[in-house]
């Protein structure tokens, strides 16, 4: 993962993503039993609803988003649990505007890491809601971005 987080924590991250994505799997598979069963029946509203949520499991945020690397081009204002205030500002090529490091989308993107020049990685989930991004700092910290307007 490289996020900066230990070890032990990035593979409890991991177990917990695998478990999701099984969960995830087995309710796409439920969803499409009941599908062919409202079919069957003739219940069309109840078929289309349930069609809905299959594309709703089943979608990754890159499909949400197509061009999810231009959404986030930009000033985010950024906060942390611990008191921390500043400004992330991407660019198009995946660096910073002061050059301080460089990001990417990881994960089947569903994770953008900001990579700083001492090493440490700062970590987001995939995609933006409602123009804010929450994750973890290396230190462990909950952090947020919001997306300023121009």
């Excluded at 594309?55 to 204002?77: M, Q, R």
Aim: with cysteine; charged share 30%.
């Amino acid at each position: 993962m490289g996020s900066g987080l230990s070890h032990d924590v990035q593979q409890l991250i991991s177990k917990r993503d695998r478990a999701v994505e099984r969960i995830d799997q087995k309710l796409i598979e439920e969803l499409e039993k009941l599908k062919v069963k409202y079919t069957k029946a003739g219940d069309l509203e109840s078929a289309n609803k349930t069609v809905e949520l299959i594309e709703k499991y089943s979608a990754k945020p890159t499909d949400i988003i197509p061009n999810i690397e231009t959404e986030l081009v930009g000033k985010w204002a950024g906060r942390s649990s611990a008191g921390w205030r500043g400004e992330y500002h991407f660019l198009p090529n995946g660096k910073f505007y002061d050059s301080s490091g460089k990001w990417s989308i990881v994960a089947g993107g569903t994770k953008l890491v900001c990579r700083w020049k001492g090493g440490k990685a700062d970590t987001f989930d995939l995609p933006p809601i409602d123009g804010v991004m929450s994750g973890v700092s290396p230190a462990g910290h909950i952090i947020t971005a919001t997306k300023l307007r121009k």
